[in-house]
């Protein structure tokens, strides 16, 4: 096939049809809340939430347990959270939206065959994701650091860490090998940052 082809039948291809088409707006629906997984787990927000404790000083929060969660600041107290554990709710709460929309679209009887599979392959995809994150959040504790909110998705990790100083390399070392080691992402693509 030469470049005049081509052009011919990109030119005559019904773009109308395709635009149209259940699969083209399945599929645009799930990298939207793709990328607003990401971004709302990557920009906290200081909205005052809810927490029920439980015996042990835990909470328990959708899926996820915060173990040893201070009291903190008289800020954090009035808010009911600190950084750290406001980014854990906020990743939790997008992951739960997320989630429902693909469950929504795997269990809707109109949806394609091609839709409700990419949608079960998701919903698989972000549980690893989940996994990966809880097991590297608590390598990281053990390494020392009080607190860390770990974000995987889309092949590409963020690691946030409790510390008043900056990371040495070392650190950042031992931070991007244990990623590296539950998900198999690579340094280039993970970033380690530190939170006061």
Do not use: W
Not at 56 to 83: C, F, K, P
Not at 101 to 123: C, F, H, R
């Amino acid at each position: 096939m030469n470049f005049k082809e081509g052009l011919k039948k990109v030119k005559e291809f019904d773009y109308g049809k395709f635009f149209g088409s259940k699969a083209f707006l399945i599929g645009g629906c799930v990298l939207i809340i793709a990328a607003a997984v990401v971004v709302n787990a990557l920009i906290p927000t200081k909205a005052p939430t809810v927490e029920e404790p439980t015996e042990g000083g835990a909470h328990i929060l959708g899926n996820s347990v915060l173990a040893g969660v201070d009291s903190g600041s008289e800020d954090d107290r009035q808010t009911g959270t600190g950084y750290f554990e406001q980014a854990v709710i906020n990743r939790e709460n997008t992951r739960n939206e997320a989630m429902e929309v693909l469950k929504a679209i795997a269990d809707s009887p109109e949806a394609l065959a091609d839709a409700k599979e990419q949608a079960m392959l998701d919903i698989a995809a972000m549980a690893e994701e989940m996994s990966s994150e809880a097991t590297i959040e608590q390598l990281v504790k053990a390494k020392g650091f009080e607190k860390c909110v770990c974000v995987v998705s889309d092949g590409k990790a963020s690691v946030i860490v409790n510390s008043e100083e900056q990371l040495s390399a070392s650190q950042v070392a031992q931070i991007l090998e244990i990623v590296y080691l539950e998900t198999g992402i690579q340094p280039a693509n993970t970033k380690v940052m530190a939170q006061s």
